[in-house]
């Protein structure tokens, strides 16, 4: 069975750091694109950044220049770092991930994570 288990959120201040981790276990084939979404309370869950198998991240605007993803292949585990962190990043941060188990008849599709609290205020 393939899990995904978001850690490292919290309360923080205006302007502070949170590094956000997501640990891939199971029956693993291969990971394919990860990605980081969050939903504030009465929104809809948005994307905030992806990651390829290569390596190559994307970016929502509102995270540009302030966050950075990054993933680590021989651990499954991907990475937010969330620098410079605003209250309107409040949000519980959901991981994601393309995955192919090795399960028989299982196909390959998205899991996700249970999610971490993110809160950012004085």
Do not use: H
Not at 16 to 39: A, D, E, H, K, P
């Amino acid at each position: 069975q393939v899990r995904l288990v978001e850690s490292g959120g919290g309360l923080v201040l205006p302007g502070g750091s949170l590094r956000l981790s997501c640990v891939v276990s199971g029956n693993i084939v291969r990971i394919y694109t990860m990605g980081w979404y969050r939903q504030a309370p009465g929104k809809q869950r948005e994307l905030v950044a992806g990651i390829g198998s290569g390596g190559s991240g994307n970016y929502a605007d509102f995270v540009k220049g302030r966050f950075t993803i990054s993933r680590d292949n021989a651990k499954n585990t991907v990475y937010l770092q969330m620098n410079s962190l605003k209250p309107e990043d409040t949000a519980v941060y959901y991981c994601n991930a393309d995955i192919s188990a090795a399960t028989l008849g299982v196909p390959r599709r998205v899991y996700w994570g249970q999610g971490t609290q993110v809160t950012v205020s004085s």
